[in-house]
Nanobody, 120 residues
Framework: VQLQASGGGLVQAGGSLRLSCAASGLTFEYYTMGWFRQAPGKEREFVAAIRDNAYYADSVKGRFTISRDNAKNTVYLQVNSLKPEDTAIYYC?????????????????WGQGTLVTVSS
């Protein structure tokens, strides 16, 4: 299984980015896909996940939107109204178990991460 994340970059506060994660080596439609992030000096945290429904961390609700295209084996994260505290490496992840992506478990598969830097 490979998860290839892309779309990160440097953006000013209030700006937007669209992150993508292309998956291969798995039956994509059967998997819950998620995004996590890790800021400098902090632990990795859940951001959003999607199976049949979408799930969000409170800190990003109303600003971030997760979506998936099963035909392209790709999950997206549209990040709007970015804040300096959103600066982090963003990782995509996959697991057949919804709870491992949205709960306290750890997803089985991880991508390499894409860096989002938000300047004030």
């Amino acid at each position: 299984v490979q998860l290839q994340a892309s779309g990160g970059g440097l953006v000013q506060a209030g700006g937007s980015l669209r992150l993508s994660c292309a998956a291969s080596g798995l039956t994509f439609e059967y998997y819950t896909m998620g995004w996590f992030r890790q800021a400098p000096g902090k632990e990795r945290e859940f951001v959003a996940a999607i199976r049949d429904n979408a799930y969000y961390a409170d800190s990003v609700k109303g600003r971030f939107t997760i979506s998936r295209d099963n035909a392209k084996n790709t999950v997206y994260l549209q990040v709007n109204s970015l804040k300096p505290e959103d600066t982090a490496i963003y990782y995509c992840a996959a697991d057949v178990s919804l709870s491992k992506v949205t709960g306290t478990g750890r997803p089985t598969y991880w991508g390499q991460g894409t860096l989002v830097t938000v300047s004030s």
